[in-house]
DNA sequence: AATTCGGGGGC
DNA sequence: GCCCCAGAATT
């Protein structure tokens, strides 16, 4: 018998293990999709993402044929898209380097783009057997409870020292159902508010339950206030009534994704004028600021905008810019990748169209 | 060590 | 509203 709690808990996840599409058929690639998909993202909302993207790309050799802005499509929603740009790259460079054999030894899969600590770990163990144990926010918050650690978990630091803590007790044998158990533990029961400790399969093991510490840990910094930006945005139709739309930059926020010219409006500066500085400055055109169109709020990390998109028409000048932009109708926009911001603007685009007409 | 990266769900 | 989520890259 084994009394450890490891012990325990690999007994319990046995027999409590969640059904997830990427369990059913472990290969490195559908694990490390999966991986890269569940980083800072809910399971509930990986699911339909996963099935639709192992349909497109059922093999690392299709993924790395596949356009970025096709791969990006099938991200659209998902959030932090410098994953599939990593994953993308990534897969190329199997090809290249790897003869198309995703790597299996931690050293080499480590160096892909995108893959860092936890997902080297987590495809490497549950993949391969490697005994690496991971480290991600569901076991910073179960191992702070089990040893009563009165870490900062917003430190990088207390990565490392947990992940040394488990590397002497993550068992050989089974690496993968050790790490994916922490990981459930975490998700289903030693949850952050209100945990299901009377469930728990190691509660006998947990010095925060002992020392009736379970609600005050994990100890967390709390981070600045995000700031408030207003934005405006141009809809510039053309005779045939087809809409302007540049793409992001390669790098940064919404990288390679598709939206309406426009900006952050300047201290002191009216909606129209920045309008008309930001449509200058991005496509060397003048324009007359028409009709307002409607007005969004959203929320990214670590700012919110206010943004309001005006109907624009060019008055003198050629359209120029060092990024790329086409004319897209709407079943255009439809096919492209789209940050969630400027999706909210259509339906009100719909609509105005139908007054207008 | 701190910042920058989305979007959604729970409370 | 705020917090968190199967984190990595950049500075």
Known sequence: MDDSWPGKLLKWFKGNRRDLPWRQNRSIYRVWVSEVMLQQTRV??????????????????TLAKADQED??????????????????????????????????????????????????????????????PVVDGNVLRTVCRIFALEYDIAQPATRKNIAALLAEKIPENKPGEFNEAMMELGATICTPASPGCDGCPIRHNCLAKQKNLVSELPIKSRKRPVPQYRIVVAVITDSSGRMLI??????????????????????????????????????????????????????????????????????SGTLTSYLPFRWAKMEDI?????????HKILPALREIKIEVE
């Open 334 to 342: 439809a096919s492209l990748p789209f940050p969630k911001a400027n």
């Open 44 to 61: 509930d909302t990986v699911i339909p993402y996963f099935h639709r993207f192992i349909e497109a790309f059922p093999t690392v050799s």
């Open 71 to 132: 791969v990006l499509k099938f991200w659209e929603g998902l959030g932090y898209y410098a994953r599939a740009r990593n994953l993308h790259r990534a897969a190329e460079v199997v090809m290249e380097r790897f003869n198309g054999v995703i790597p299996d030894q931690p050293e080499l899969f480590r160096q892909l783009p995108g893959v860092g600590p936890y997902i080297s770990a987590a495809v490497m163990s549950i993949a391969c057997g490697h005994a690496i």
């Open 246 to 315: 540049q793409k992001r930059p390669e790098n940064g926020l919404l990288g390679g994704l598709w939206e309406f010219p426009g900006g952050k409006v300047e201290k002191g500066e009216t909606l129209p004028d920045a309008l008309k500085r930001e449509c200058m400055e991005e496509l060397a055109v003048k324009v007359k600021v028409g009709k307002e169109i409607t007005t969004i709020r959203h929320a990214y990390t670590h700012f919110k905008i206010l943004l309001t998109a005006f109907y624009c028409t060019i008055t």
